[in-house]
Structures are given as structure tokens and as C-alpha cells.
């Protein structure tokens, strides 16, 4: 499995690219690192990758995943995960199915869907919490529930958009090891934006510098 | 990449352009027609300006005319002076959301109900007049006009009862998106007052905000039939209550002057307009020259708090009306300076059942399928912009208020005659359709923000977790959105409620709603009976908004960011 990016540039409404073409390979189980200034347009490289760039935003080049174009696909058929610095769980589900959400209704059977889901929470550190309120979770739980929901949706990708920015300081080295080892274990490859230098070491990759070509 | 988002967006155009924007064109078109003279149906086939010659001639014309620009502009005004003092002198100690609540009965109550228990309250044998008769020695209902009134000042008084709770509602939402605590603290750490900072600081950058909705208010003032009918002077009446008299008059070439009458209200609305734009410019002059003289000027305050005296004043007196409903419709025996009924009776709920449950189930069946069409639609509208990943350009954001802004007297007859001839008028879906009109603007306007205030990130996620356009939609975002779209259908159903025109014109007379009764029968003399339409006219709408509260509370009880107020 692997992550490729082919000269990908990204135009905005008036006109100018964001950053000057960017190519690279992100090979399955590794984490890379892209960096730059706020506002340089690393969200916006996210949102090109997984297929939710905003309506005046022109992209060229290319999304491969295993060697498979996804540039035209709609976001929902790529498979390629997503999290934020928000855990950003659906406030309407419950913990579980929330989890239930992300998992591939290939998986049949109430019993078996559920034990899946019950697998994820353990593993998460949230076993019990099912039916429990994402509001009333903690930021760390929030957060780990978070990326379990990801996962199970078997992506064949992950973008980590400033993913731990938002936990306090002793959170952030716990979850930081908590993802990098599930990302590895899983052999799923994955890009990540931050302004954290300290992300970037945590995650042992090779780091990019994303630059700049006009002020936003 | 969007294929299913241009198609819903299409199919969501085609259905604005044909049943909400070409109605209008059509009856703004027949109606002008007729205004010119132009009226096949009575062998008139010839344009020529009589019937406007014909309309000034009419005996009451200018009289009309000077009560409609008085009461429509001067209720205006004068609320959104009160509404503004009224926030300046109480914003600090008051937050959006609970200023919405109190404000919800006054928001829900329809125009013809509030203007039946003012006239209850108000009139000479009315509560305000016995609470006073011990002091006063009166013995019998003193001998001056109160309600309908040559001056239209119950009118005026009426419509700002109804008029600044809006604009409360409003200016307050206005206001949370600026920051006031902070401003408000710079602006007097440099020497000003707290009600000149309102002024100079504020206020500019809260008019934009609300520049529309006062639009709203404007027009709806200057052409109001069922408040004016129930309130307003009744001979000469406003001109939009002579043209309806006009309209529905026994001789059919009234209709030409009725015409012309029509068209002109559309006009004065226009003018009106026009002039608030003036208005505005000039003040942004003349203000931007008052601002930089630097002046401290003198306090606002005392100012600030009459406006609040006078705001308090109106609500408590608006309470009183909307109790009176109730009392009336209960009482059986209350001879004049009695302050309660002397006996209570279930007797007019009784008597007058048949007629009530007729109207009332009429009124639902409106109510259900206007305010169901128009959510669908707004939903539809919504989801195609977000499916387009697009913002609203602002030719559309015109067209959902245009219906607010063109007079309902102004096109509902040519409409009218555009339904006979597809063979349309006179029956429910006439009415339903003319409903819709000015039940989906408010629908689309009160959940366009919580729409737009979803996380865009959330609907990302999902996408990401590999659900298609309709999951999200279905699956994340309307149960999220769950307590905006009720609190919107209430809108919609109370909207449909306090419809009258519409459904006196589509409906030829044979649809007989809760507000066209109540307004027929509050000329009558019986109080009670009018109290019980009042009192159900009231309570349907009241029953809605409960039920937006309730339902997400209930559905939702177990997750805490759904079940406050807060959306995200």
C-alpha cells in the first residue's frame, strides 16, 4: 500500500497556486511530515487529497493510492481517513455507534458488527463506554475514539490534519505514540500537517516543507 | 465530480422559478392589467389610465392613502428606535438565546389574534378601561374611541406590539456576531458614554445585518389587511383594507380601481424602499461627520431607558391581550366594570364546535402540508449548495425575499386569475400554493444559519468514513440539525396560521380558516366566540414552537451538545 503524489498543485478562486507542485510517496506504515506556515494552504492539500476541496479551488496533477488514480473519485469512494484537531464525533450517536459508523457494512450481522466495535473500544482503552455520550468524554477519549472510528473504516490512507494541537501537553506525547503505533501496526500509510516540530520527530519520518507562492 | 448536486440544484431552481417567483411575475402581471384598464373577462380590451382616475375619484382615497404611510412608516420607526434603545439599554444583561425565549410568545402569536386581544384590552369597555373605571367614576365604557380609532393610532400601536419583538429577535442575533463586551469597553476607555458608543460604535455595524429584515417590517406595515381590519380605522380604512373592500365589492368593475390600488401599494412599498436607502446614506454621511468631530456628547442613557419603559410597557400590555383570549373565551356573564367575568362558561367552546373544528382541522391541513412543502424545499436548497460546495450567490438570497417584499394585495388578485385559468382557484391546493409563497422564505431564512453553522469537517469525516451524499445527509446531517428544522417548521406552521389574504383570495371564500373566521367575527359583537378562534389562532402556533422545544429535548436527552440550544 502506499500514498502517491504526482505534481499535485492546488489553484485558488483568483487565480494563483497555493504552493509550488508537490510530489511524493508516503510507503505504507510510515508516516510523512508535511510543515509550513498557518495559511500556506495545508488543510487545503488535505481536503484536495481526500476529495472535499471547497467549491473555487482548482486542482492539477494527481492522488494516487497503490498505484490507482483517485483523483476523480467522490471523497466517500477513496478510502482515504481523516482527522482533525477536533475528535469531531457525530454528537447525535453514542460512543459505540459511533464507532459503528466508520465500519464497512461489508461486516454482517449484528453480533459480529457489534463485537467489532467492542474490539476497536478495548483496544482504544474505552471498553465499557458504548452507549456512553461523546459530550461527556474526556479530551483523550474524545480523541482516541476519534481515530478507532477511522480505522475501522479499513482506510487505505490517513491524513492527520495538526491532529494533537488541541490536547494539553501531557495528552499529546500518550496520543501521539497511540496513533503512530496503531498507524504502523496497521501498515496503512499516512500524511500529516502541523506547525509542531515536535509532531514531526514523534512520527520518525521524512519531513516537507510546504512553501508558500501567494499570501492567501 | 457533482453530477447529483447540479441535478438537485436544477430541480430545486426550476421549482423556485416556477411555483414561487413565476406566481408573483404572473400576478403582479394580471393585476397590472387590470390596473390598465385591461379586463377580458368584462369586454375590456383597451389600456387607458382610467381606472387609476377612477381610484383617486373613489370617495376616502386620500384619506386611505395618508392613514397607510402614517401607520405603515410611523410604526416603523418607531420600532426600530424602541427595539434598538431597547438592546443598548439591556444587551449586557440579556443573552441571545434567552431574549429569544421571551420573546417566543409574541413571535408565534398571529397578527389577527394579537390585534383581537388588543382591541379587547384597549377598547372603551376593555380591561385597561375597567381597571381604571373605580379611579375614574366610570359606570359605563367611556364615550372615545380607542380601537379603530380615526387616527389609525391603535393600528400604529398594534403593529409595534407585533413589529419589535421582531426586531429584538433580530437586532439580538445581529449582535452576537459582533463584539460588543470588548468594543463597548475600548469605546468608553476613550471617553464616551455607553449610549453614544451604542450609536456611534454599534449601531453602524449592526444596520447592515438587519437592513432586510426591517425591509420586512416596512412592507408588511404599509400593506397589513387583517391587523388593520381589526384594528385600524374602518371608514375610510388603510388602503390596503379599501382595496380588499374593493376587490371582493358586488360590482365587478370595482376590480379596474382595485387594480390600480393594488399596484400603487406595490409602488408605495418600492418608495418606501427606495426612501430607507436614502435614508441610510444620507446618515452614514452625516454620521461619519458626527463621529469624527470627536464630541463626547452628552449621555443617551435616560433615553435608552424610556425606550426600555415604553418596550416593557408594550410586551406587558401585549401579555394582556394574549390572557384576554383566553378569559373571553370563558367567560359567559362580565358586564362592564367588572375586572373578571362575573360567571364561566365551557358554553362558547361548546356551542360553537362544529364551526371551530372545521376551521381548526382546515387550518391544520394548511399548516401540515405548507410548512412540510417549504421544509423539504429549504432542505433541498440547502443540501444542493452544499453538494456544489457553494455559497449563496446573492441574486438567490433575493429571491427568497422577494415574496416579503411585494405586497400580498399587490399580486394575490392577478395570482388569482392565473389559477382560474389553469382551474386551480377556490380549492386547498389554490391555497396551499399561495401559502407557500411566504411560508418558505421564513422556513428557508430561519435554517439557513444552523445549516451553514454545521462543521463543515463533520461532513467531511463522515464522507471520509466512507458514507456516500445521502448517509451524510440522512444520517449525520439531519439529526444534528434536528431542533433548527423543528424550530423552522414551527416558523413555517405559524407563518401559515396568521395567513389571511392569501386564503381569502385563493381560497374564493369557500376556505375557511381559524384566521379568517376570527377576523370576520371580530367585527360581530360576540367577544366570546371571537375569543375561542383567538384563543385556538394563538395556541396552534404556540403548540408548535412547544413542540420544536420538546422533541429534540426528548430525542436528544441523552447527548448533551444536541439537547442545549447550541447546534455544533
Known sequence: MSLDLDALSIRSAHGGALFSPLSLQVPAGHVVTVMGPSGVGKSTLLDAIGGHLAHGFHLTGTVRLNGCDVTGLPAEARRIGLMFQDALLFPHLSIGDNLAFGLPPSLRGRAHRRAAVEAALSQGGLAGLYERDPATLSGGQRARAALMRTLLAEPAALLLDEPFSKLDAGLRGEMRRFTFDHVKSRAVPTLMVTHDPDDAAAAGGPVIALKGLISP | ?568
Not at chain 2, 379603530?148 to 429577535?169: H, I, R, S, Y
Not at chain 2, 431607558?305 to 418596550?311: E, Y
Not at chain 2, 446531517?477 to 389574504?501: E, F, N
Request: proline content about 6%.
Open chain 2, 1 to 568: 465530480m457533482s453530477h447529483e448536486g447540479r441535478l438537485l440544484r436544477a430541480g430545486v431552481l426550476a421549482v423556485v422559478g416556477l411555483g414561487l417567483i413565476t406566481p408573483i411575475a404572473i400576478g403582479l402581471w394580471q393585476t397590472g392589467r387590470a390596473a390598465l384598464g385591461i379586463l377580458p373577462a368584462l369586454g375590456r380590451n383597451v389600456a387607458s389610465l382610467d381606472s387609476w382616475h377612477e381610484l383617486v375619484a373613489l370617495p376616502g382615497f386620500a384619506t386611505s392613502l395618508r392613514l397607510t404611510l402614517v401607520t405603515g412608516l410611523g410604526s416603523t420607526l418607531l420600532s426600530v428606535l424602541l427595539a434598538t434603545g431597547f438592546c443598548a439599554a439591556v444587551h449586557a444583561r440579556m443573552t441571545s438565546a434567552s431574549g429569544a425565549r421571551m420573546l417566543t410568545p409574541f413571535l408565534a402569536i398571529p397578527h389577527a389574534a394579537m390585534a383581537v386581544g388588543l382591541a379587547f384590552v384597549m377598547a372603551p369597555s376593555g380591561w385597561i378601561a375597567r381597571m381604571m373605571a373605580p379611579v375614574a367614576g366610570w359606570d359605563r365604557p367611556p364615550d372615545f374611541a380607542t380601537v379603530n380609532d380615526g387616527w389609525g393610532l391603535a393600528l400604529t400601536f398594534g403593529l409595534m406590539v407585533k413589529e419589535v419583538p421582531f426586531l429584538l429577535l433580530v437586532i439580538l442575533s445581529a449582535l452576537s456576531q459582533i463584539p460588543v463586551a470588548r468594543q463597548m469597553a475600548a469605546g468608553r476607555a476613550l471617553g464616551y458614554g455607553r449610549g453614544i458608543v451604542w450609536i456611534k460604535i454599534i449601531m453602524p455595524q449592526v444596520w447592515p445585518l438587519i437592513r432586510l429584515p426591517v425591509w420586512v417590517v416596512l412592507a408588511y406595515a404599509l400593506s397589513v389587511v387583517d391587523m388593520a381590519i381589526i384594528l385600524g380605522p374602518s371608514n375610510p380604512p388603510t388602503l390596503a383594507v379599501a382595496v380588499t373592500r374593493w376587490f371582493t365589492d358586488a360590482d365587478p368593475t370595482m376590480i379596474l380601481p382595485a387594480s390600480a390600488g393594488a399596484i400603487l401599494q406595490a409602488m408605495i412599498v418600492g418608495l418606501a424602499v427606495a426612501l430607507l436607502l436614502i435614508a441610510e446614506k444620507v446618515g452614514k454621511r452625516l454620521g461619519r461627520w458626527w463621529i469624527r468631530r470627536g464630541g463626547r456628547g452628552l449621555s443617551a442613557e435616560p433615553g435608552l431607558w424610556a425606550a426600555s419603559a415604553v418596550v416593557m410597557a408594550m410586551m406587558a400590555v401585549g401579555l394582556l391581550a394574549m390572557l384576554s383570549l383566553v378569559v373571553w373565551s370563558l367567560a359567559w356573564r362580565w358586564s362592564f366594570p367588572q375586572v373578571l367575568p362575573e360567571s364561566w362558561s365551557l358554553k362558547p367552546w361548546t356551542n360553537a364546535q362544529g364551526g371551530w373544528m372545521r376551521a381548526l382541522s382546515t387550518t391544520l391541513l394548511l399548516a401540515g402540508a405548507t410548512a412540510g412543502l417549504s421544509l423539504a424545499l429549504a432542505i433541498a436548497w440547502l443540501e444542493g449548495e452544499d453538494r456544489a460546495r457553494r455559497s449563496r450567490a446573492p441574486w438567490a438570497e433575493a429571491l427568497i425575499y422577494l415574496p416579503l417584499l411585494i405586497p400580498q394585495i399587490g399580486f394575490l388578485y392577478g395570482l388569482n386569475v392565473g389559477f382560474l385559468q389553469i382551474g386551480l382557484s377556490g380549492g386547498i391546493t389554490a391555497v396551499i400554493w399561495a401559502q407557500v409563497l411566504f411560508v418558505f422564505p421564513y422556513v428557508m431564512i430561519a435554517l439557513s444559519d444552523p445549516w451553514r453553522a454545521l462543521d463543515p469537517r463533520m461532513i467531511h469525516a463522515a464522507a471520509a468514513l466512507g458514507s456516500g451524499r445521502g448517509r451524510r445527509l440522512w444520517a449525520v446531517k439531519l439529526p444534528v440539525l434536528i431542533r433548527p428544522i423543528l424550530t423552522a417548521t414551527a416558523i413555517g406552521v405559524a407563518v401559515s396560521v396568521a395567513q389571511y389574504l392569501p386564503t381569502l383570495f385563493m381560497g374564493a371564500g369557500r376556505v375557511a380558516t381559524l384566521t379568517t373566521e376570527a377576523v370576520t367575527l371580530s367585527s360581530g359583537s360576540d367577544r366570546r366566540v371571537t375569543g375561542v378562534y383567538a384563543t385556538l389562532q394563538a395556541g396552534l402556533p404556540f403548540a408548535a414552537y412547544l413542540a420544536a422545544l420538546l422533541i429534540p429535548a426528548i430525542l436528544h436527552r441523552n447527548r448533551r451538545a444536541l439537547s442545549g440550544a447550541s447546534a455544533t
